[in-house]
């Protein structure tokens, strides 16, 4: 029988920014039960088919159709009615009123239950996803996201994406021992998702970030983590929101990531929330709302203790501070937006270079905003220091920004030199400053 491939739902999948595997874990059954369903050899069972749809973006509705539309035609084209003896000889594979018996559904039924119920390996011998590859893999993830603050997306953005795509999928495929096995290894990929749409921003791909995150955020409601996801909706979508010059949209996703969080979530989670609603409400110059958030960030942060998800761990107060002072500089308070980049800038670590050539950056910024050329020009030397030992295009752009800011007094001897400087050191920041130059 000639078997056609569900080509509408595999094109909806990748719309909601799924792979066969991280749908698969989504759903908690084997990437090849995925593929069975696109292949159209097998059906979502009625009690899967609510959370199917929800993953895939769509309604009940519409994801039946979907299905059935499918199946009607391939039954018409591959199974035509028989009649006469051919009919007879069919008898024993259909019902009564003519309809074919769905052996498919039986196949699925019965791969799932040998899987539950071997004590062995999985079908085929296929080993068992076991705690401990779970934590070799988790080791890794902490040292990428280490090599990521330190030295930028550029370098090591493809290794990530290679190790999800390899190491992760081939992991993805095979039966997890238990049930804790399996909620571990989602929010191991969900990490991994996260970092991946990260470097993504980093390296100008927004559009490969938010494929991420969604990913992401799909794995975060398959293990029931409204916490991480409250994160992922905020932090992660919401500051994409605002790098694409959308507050709006910030605002709006932040504001239900913070609703969806409520209390249950942990202080630092609420208080990383609560910087990208300040941080959304400074660029909409909302002065008033955006204050009374970042005093609440403040308190919040303040309560937070040793018992912090280890995925929220790095927002201290440092890290609070840099929001903050994000948030000031866009409500044209320069010099409280320097007192806040002093405590960043001190504490966020000698190991986050990417983070210190960002805030030596803004801070150049506020001394340029307030009219202290030497400040700024000495500032901004700094940064680009920090930013040509990443490889990180935000960093890049700041410095860039900050150049072209200054080129209205090209003529000073400071800004000369700054010039000079950055075109030994870091000659693809002053190439994107000329051009932001002339765009202006």
Request: glycine share 8%; with cysteine; proline share 4%.
């Amino acid at each position: 029988m000639v078997v056609k491939k569900r080509t509408a739902l595999a094109l909806q999948r990748m719309a909601a920014g799924h792979s066969q595997e991280t749908l698969a874990a989504a759903m908690d059954v084997e990437r090849t039960t995925v593929a069975r369903w696109e292949r159209g050899k097998a059906e979502p069972r009625p009690w899967q088919r609510p959370k199917l749809a929800k993953l895939l973006n769509i309604g009940a509705v519409e994801l039946d159709r979907l299905l059935r539309l499918t199946c009607e035609q391939t039954a018409a084209e591959s199974l035509p009615a028989p009649t006469g003896q051919a009919a007879l000889q069919a008898g024993p594979n259909r019902l009564p009123n003519g309809d074919a018996v769905q052996l498919a559904e039986v196949d699925t039924l019965i791969g799932d239950w040998a899987a539950a119920n071997s004590a062995g390996h999985g079908i085929g011998d296929t080993p068992w996803v076991t705690e401990e590859e779970v934590g070799v893999a988790e080791g890794m993830l902490g040292m990428f996201r280490q090599l990521d603050h330190t030295h930028g997306a550029r370098h090591y953005a493809r290794q990530v994406r290679d190790y999800i795509d390899t190491e992760l999928a081939a992991m993805l495929r095979r039966p997890a021992a238990d049930d804790e096995v399996a909620r571990n290894r989602a929010r191991l990929t969900a990490g991994f998702c996260e970092l991946a749409g990260y470097q993504a921003v980093d390296t100008g791909s927004p559009v490969r970030a938010q494929a991420y995150y969604q990913r992401a955020l799909a794995l975060t409601t398959a293990t029931n983590d409204q916490a991480y996801g409250s994160y992922l909706v905020a932090v992660n979508l919401g500051h994409l929101a605002l790098h694409c010059g959308q507050p709006e949209v910030a605002l709006r996703w932040a504001s239900s990531a913070r609703a969806t969080a409520g209390t249950a979530a942990s202080p630092a989670t609420r208080a990383a929330i609560t910087a990208v609603l300040a941080r959304a409400n400074a660029r909409m110059q909302r002065e008033a709302e955006a204050t009374q958030l970042i005093r609440q960030a403040e308190e919040l942060l303040d309560t937070a203790d040793g018992d912090e998800p280890a995925w929220i761990r790095y927002f201290t107060h440092a890290y609070l501070a840099d929001e903050i002072a994000h948030s000031l500089h866009d409500l044209g308070r320069a010099p409280a937006a320097r007192a806040q980049l002093a405590d960043a800038l001190q504490g966020v670590g000698k190991d986050k270079v990417r983070r210190l050539a960002i805030d030596a950056a803004l801070l150049a910024s506020t001394w340029l905003r307030t009219g202290d050329l030497d400040q700024a020009c000495a500032v901004g030397r700094e940064a680009v220091t920090y930013a040509a030992r990443t490889g990180s295009g935000r960093c890049i752009d700041r410095v860039a920004g900050v150049l072209a800011d200054l080129q209205a007094h090209a003529d000073y001897a400071p800004v000369r030199e700054l010039r000079e400087f950055t075109r030994v050191v870091l000659p693809e920041a002053e190439r994107v400053a000329i051009t932001l130059s002339r765009g202006a």
